[in-house]
């Protein structure tokens, strides 16, 4: 084992958890210390080191701070159930009063409790997926969304999770469990967001998701920490029969951010819309791994990603569909375009398609660029400047995407901030000479 592992299986000890999860962590911390530690000869890691992890090695739990941060992190402005986690730790005094479908583990009933014991872990891949592994270990607290027959939530449920610096480097996990029974629709929210200050942390994130018949959630991941935090995170899905999964995902880097989509069609007539955007700069890195399974007929999946990256910042994209043998009519397109805005930026993408069902309708497709000379040219000779010219292009480049949100709150949360991003030219954009 690596020292990370032996370290992290010391923290699972020294954790305080309820006695009916102690099932499901005895499961999680023998899978991590059995699993090999990844190295550059390890498929699913071999872009993405974590020497991070092992140079600055968090050896305590982060612990609830003060209300301080306030001041420096804006929320998103949505009528929602707000639920507020600071370094892992729930806060109610800043959280909404919560209704009957959501609940923390901490504070389940009995029947809640059985239905946690019984799909917690469930959905995950723990053999595939390390960091899940981990989280299991880890698991003392988290949230259950439990959403009834032909149910829907009166409101989005708007999940903050802050971080904030401490004296030493610590951990936090945090676990969300979703489950829509059939005919059902919620929408779910997960913001983890830091100040500028230098963090010194690192955070293990794992959210799972069961929908159930002619269900539908719509679901968003958005990570805006500061770049020095450390992030591993993962959505995991199962979908039934013709339920219905949009998600989208927007990601800055930082020395180490590893997001993982594992999605499986288990029921006919089901689909997936996927769509992201990452934005490294600096000297970040930032890694998505998707891996969509279709494992029954007549199932859809549409997923695209875009990442633009700048200065001597690295990003890696893996999109993996999987048509099994009995996944006949399977529709599935898979699309993932790169903008380079600097000539030390760099792109790992591998859209894979791995078919063995002979009616099926799919493609995928990858393309890495950098800004069209004769777009720059036209902006220029009307008067526009060139740092301006770049940054409009480089935002035309993602705002298809962004437009397509269908949340408003999101929208107007994050155009300004992209457009502060984009506006620091130098920062993000790099010095590439177009001329």
Same mark, same amino acid.
């Given at each position: 084992?690596?020292?990370?592992?032996?370290?992290?299986? /010391?923290?699972?000890?020294? /954790?305080? @958890?309820?006695?009916?999860?102690?099932?499901?962590?005895? *499961?999680?911390?023998?899978?991590?210390?059995?699993?090999?530690?990844?190295?550059?000869?390890?498929?699913?890691?071999?872009?993405?080191?974590? /020497?991070?992890?092992? @140079?600055?090695?968090?050896?305590?739990?982060?612990?609830?701070?003060?209300?301080?941060?306030?001041?420096?992190?804006? /929320?998103?402005?949505?009528?929602?159930?707000?639920?507020?986690?600071?370094?892992?730790?729930?806060?109610?005094?800043?959280? @909404?009063?919560?209704?009957?479908?959501?609940?923390?583990?901490?504070?389940?009933?009995?029947?809640q409790r059985q239905v946690i014991e019984q799909k917690l872990g469930t959905v995950v891949d723990a053999e595939r997926h390390l960091f899940a592994a981990l989280s299991n270990a880890w698991v003392a607290d988290g949230i259950l969304v439990q959403v009834p027959r032909n149910r829907s939530l009166d409101k989005p449920i708007y999940v903050l999770n802050v971080s904030t610096p401490e004296a030493e480097p610590a951990v936090s996990n945090q676990r969300v469990l979703m489950v829509l029974e059939d005919g059902s629709q919620a929408e779910l929210i997960e913001h983890y967001v830091s100040a500028d200050s230098k963090q010194n942390g690192f955070v293990n994130s794992l959210t799972e998701v069961i929908v159930g018949q002619n269900a539908q959630v719509q679901h968003y991941r958005i990570n805006l920490e500061q770049e020095d935090l450390l992030h591993v995170g993962g959505v995991?899905?199962?979908?039934?029969?013709?339920? *219905?999964?949009?998600?989208?995902?927007?990601?800055?880097? @930082? *020395?180490?951010?590893?997001?993982?989509?594992?999605?499986?069609? *288990?029921?006919?007539?089901?689909?997936?819309?996927?769509?992201?955007?990452?934005?490294?700069?600096?000297?970040?890195?930032?890694?998505?791994?998707?891996?969509?399974?279709?494992?029954?007929?007549?199932?859809?999946?549409?997923e695209v990603f875009r990442g633009i990256i700048g200065d001597s910042a690295k990003a890696v994209f893996n999109g993996r569909i999987h048509i099994h043998p009995q996944a006949q009519k399977t529709l599935a397109e898979l699309s993932n375009k790169?903008?380079?805005?600097?000539?030390?930026?760099?792109?790992?993408?591998?859209?894979?398609?791995?078919?063995?069902?002979?009616?099926?309708?799919?493609?995928?497709?990858?393309t890495i660029s950098q800004l069209n000379e004769t777009s720059l040219f036209y902006l220029q000779s009307r008067g526009v400047e060139r740092a301006e010219a770049i940054s409009m292009l480089s935002f035309g480049f993602i705002n298809e995407l962004l437009t397509q949100v269908p949340e408003q709150a999101i929208q107007d949360y994050l155009r300004p901030r992209l457009t502060t991003l984009f506006g620091q030219g130098s920062e993000l954009l790099g010095q590439l000479d177009y001329e």
């Open positions: 084992m690596s020292d990370f592992q032996n370290v992290a299986l /010391q923290l699972a000890e020294a /954790q305080h @958890s309820p006695d009916w999860l102690q099932s499901l962590r005895e *499961r999680g911390a023998l899978s991590w210390s059995s699993a090999r530690w990844p190295t550059r000869k390890t498929e699913l890691w071999k872009n993405t080191p974590l /020497q991070p992890l092992q @140079s600055d090695m968090p050896s305590r739990w982060a612990a609830a701070t003060g209300t301080d941060w306030q001041q420096d992190i804006e /929320q998103i402005d949505i009528d929602a159930t707000r639920l507020v986690f600071v370094n892992g730790q729930f806060m109610a005094e800043l959280s @909404s009063d919560l209704p009957a479908e959501i609940v923390r583990f901490a504070d389940a009933d009995v029947a995991h899905v199962n979908l039934h029969r013709d339920a *219905r999964f949009h998600g989208f995902t927007l990601a800055q880097g @930082s *020395r180490l951010k590893r997001i993982d989509y594992q999605v499986n069609h *288990r029921g006919e007539g089901a689909h997936l819309e996927l769509h992201g955007v990452y934005l490294p700069r600096n000297k970040q890195l930032i890694d998505y791994h998707t891996n969509v399974e279709h494992c029954v007929p007549h199932c859809t999946t549409n790169n903008l380079l805005t600097s000539p030390n930026a760099e792109i790992y993408t591998k859209p894979e398609l791995e078919i063995y069902a002979d009616d099926v309708r799919c493609a995928h497709g990858a």
